[in-house]
């Protein structure tokens, strides 16, 4: 008998976007999951919340027990309330879909085992069109954690993320192209990050007129490896591009399904606390500390 599988909650308001429609409900059934509408029937609950009501979310977790959850976008939350739930509800997946990518998970283990040596620079681009417009919190929070939770997932192994941010952001431009964001960090032991997050205009193609791409380049000691999250693909010419192989929310929701519980709230968590530096550091232009007393 297949999986079944609950799409709860609806987003939140005022925001066009639908990862149940666009992300979720693709992927159950590209997986043969049977959808179903009631909670006792459910072996897997994937949760798009309304992120005004915490109170609403607090509510269906408790009611889920012991079946694995995958939340959407927890770093919409205020920090103060994601650690609440982080706390009380520490075995809910965080939906950070890219680090299950085949490419990630391989770079990951490969990081992990010192194939690469001493990691001492990581370099990425996270570059979309304009899909369903940008989000109203805002693109650190609602995009940019992609691609820092990648970086957590290549860096983070040894504890929670310290050392310095720095962030210059653009707003949406006059001709509809979105915000788009320039990242620095330096991570303890002595890792060097630099991360370009955008969102295309209207044409479909991002500031600068590049094409869509997601990939990083980690350089260690011993070599360097280049993570694309676009490949493998098959290019049509005059079509669309088609990925071949299991995407990563079809991975998200294999290792929930498995018991898998990281990334979880807790490292959600230390996200936003990373968001809330890049978001001070854009206004202040200065360069903020990480990690110590919260």
């Known amino acids: 008998m297949s999986a079944r599988v609950l799409l709860a909650g609806e987003g939140t308001p005022s925001s066009a976007q639908d990862h149940h429609r666009d992300m979720y409900r693709p992927a159950t059934r590209a997986l043969g999951l049977?959808?179903?509408?009631?909670?006792d029937e459910a072996d897997l609950v994937v949760v798009c919340p309304d992120v005004?009501?915490?109170?609403?979310?607090?509510?269906?977790?408790e009611e889920a027990g012991d079946r694995?959850?995958?939340?959407?976008?927890?770093?919409?939350?205020?920090?103060?309330?994601?650690a609440d739930l982080a706390e009380r509800f520490?075995?809910?997946l965080a939906a950070h879909h890219p680090r299950f990518h085949p490419a990630?998970?391989?770079?990951?283990?490969?990081?992990?085992?010192?194939?690469l040596g001493l990691v001492h620079a990581i370099h990425g681009e996270l570059l979309v069109g304009p899909g369903d417009g940008p989000h109203p919190l805002g693109e650190l929070r609602n995009l940019a954690v992609y691609a820092l939770d990648v970086v957590q997932s290549l860096a983070g192994g040894h504890g929670p993320l310290t050392g310095t941010a720095y962030a210059v952001s653009a707003p949406a431009g006059p001709d509809g192209?979105?915000?788009s964001h320039t990242i620095a960090l330096r991570l303890e032991p002595?890792?060097?990050?630099?991360?370009?997050?955008?969102?295309?205009?209207?044409?479909?193609?991002v500031p600068g007129g590049a094409p869509t791409f997601h990939r990083y380049r980690i350089l260690g000691s011993h070599g360097q490896l280049l993570v694309d999250l676009d490949s493998p693909v098959l290019d049509l010419l005059g079509g669309p591009r088609l990925p071949f192989g299991p995407g990563s929310v079809e991975r998200l929701l294999e290792a929930a399904l498995a018991g898998v519980t990281t990334p979880g709230l807790a490292d959600a968590?230390?996200?936003?606390?990373?968001?809330?530096?890049l978001v001070a550091s854009a206004s202040t232009h200065d360069v903020i500390t990480l990690g110590g007393d919260r």
């Not at 049977?34 to 909670?39: G, N, S």
């Not at 990630?104 to 194939?115: E, H, L, P």
């Open 104 to 115: 990630v998970a391989t770079a990951t283990g490969r990081v992990r085992s010192g194939t």
């Open 177 to 179: 192209a979105g915000e």
């Open 90 to 92: 520490p075995r809910v």
């Open 34 to 39: 049977v959808e179903v509408y009631d909670l």
């Open 52 to 61: 005004t009501r915490p109170d609403v979310l607090a509510k269906l977790l």
């Open 269 to 277: 968590c230390e996200l936003s606390h990373l968001i809330d530096a």
């Open 68 to 82: 694995p959850v995958v939340l959407d976008k927890p770093t919409l939350f205020p920090t103060d309330v994601l």
């Open 190 to 205: 002595d890792i060097a990050v630099t991360l370009l997050v955008a969102r295309g205009g209207p044409s479909g193609r």
